[in-house]
């Protein structure tokens, strides 16, 4: 029995090696542009290491297993017959609860800090989605575009309504996603850090167009975001 353990501890090993490696090379997310994203990214690491090594951890000892223990030709017996492990059962259930509960808090602790209001002003957009496009609103200026606009290193509070359907606002530069619901306003939090254009792109199913609802979105300096304003405003 112990040639096995020490195979199936070694396998887990390497197969946990083997998934980390790949998650740190292959590119998941392309390069972050809003201050929330660094905390997103490492909460993803986290449950992608997490999930990789749980996940070799199971296969190992599924393919081990079936491999190991196979039935041997001429052997026609039933095999010993198994009734429970009171300990194994408890072990099995008491870590997977702990994992999960943290992995829960630590989320819950992310999500809070991506919702908290930051000292000073904010600039506010109201995201109107409808199938299949999207409206920006301006209050503090008193003008919509069909483009979302912002000033770089500047906090904004995006105030996300629905015509119609629920739809889901999200740009995979920044990271933060959320849902907007007909019938409710929800909040979603962003301070962009790096000039450039983006793209908006609905991440609910919600009808036919739906993989085409998306907006431009740029991130301009604050003296060409106060030009664009004025613009607007005439
Ligand atoms: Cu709107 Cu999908």
Redesign the pocket.
Known sequence: MRKHWIAVIALTIVGAALLALLFLKVPLVPAQAAKQAAQIDTLLTVQLALGGAIFALVMVFLVYSVIAFRRRPGDTDDGPPTEGNAALETVWTIIPLALVLSLATYGGIVLRDMLRPPPGQELVVKVN?M??AWLFEYPQYGFTSPQLRMPVDQPVLLRLASRDVI?SFWVPEFRVKMDAVPGMEKHLRITPTVIGNYQVQ?A???GLL?WA?RAPVSVVDGAAFQQWIAEQRK
Do not use: N
């Open positions: 989605a199938q299949f739809h609905c609910e199913l919600c739906h609802m």
